[in-house]
């Protein structure tokens, strides 16, 4: 609980701070459109919420892992809405390839930290840091994004 009040307050400041518009999304919302992703995600789909002057907000699902990436610029928040999946930052990736400026891709990371992720947990990932998303089996996996520019 207080996690997510956490989140609340940090998503609702930097809301009011670039729009003046307040969003609310219930849990009750981001189920129903989870529900809706994971039937398209083979093996992810997302949905943009909606976008302000230096970040955006998305839901995404996944139902199998997904590829080692490094955000040069763009900082990653992340609330797990359902399941549970690992989540490794740090380290190096492997296979790196830019597929598009300031977005690395890779196969895998060697040598990071793993963290196991499950429901109401909130990850602060700096642009910068690679991390890969690693669903074992217990997908559907669906979280909400909030990626902060820094450019």
């Known amino acids: ?18 729009s003046g ?10 189920q129903s459109l989870a529900h809706q992703l994971a039937g398209k995600a083979a093996p992810f789909a997302s949905q943009d919420l909606a976008k302000y002057s230096n970040h955006l907000t998305m ?24 399941g ?8 190096t990736v492997i296979n790196p390839k830019t597929q598009s400026p300031g977005e690395i891709r890779g196969s895998s990371i060697r040598g990071g930290e793993r963290h196991h992720l499950s429901a109401g947990d909130i990850v602060h990932i700096p642009a910068g840091v690679p991390h ?9 996996f ?7 520019s820094g450019q």
């Not at 997510?4 to 930097?14: D, E, K």
């Not at 549970?84 to 380290?91: C, F, M, N, Q, R």
């Not at 890969?132 to 559907?140: A, E, M, S, Y």
């Not at 979280?143 to 902060?148: A, D, E, L, P, Q």
């Open 84 to 91: 549970e999946a690992s989540l490794v930052t740090g380290g």
């Open 132 to 140: 890969q998303l690693q669903i074992n089996g217990h997908g559907p």
């Open 21 to 30: 518009k307040v969003d609310l999304y219930t849990s009750a919302e981001l």
């Open 142 to 148: 669906a979280y909400f994004v909030v990626k902060v």
């Open 1 to 18: 609980m207080i996690k997510s009040l956490i989140l609340f307050a940090v998503f609702a400041g930097s809301l009011l701070a670039a």
């Open 59 to 82: 839901l995404a699902v996944r139902n199998a892992t997904g590829s080692a990436e490094v955000h040069q610029h763009d900082a990653d928040i992340f609330y797990v809405v359902s």
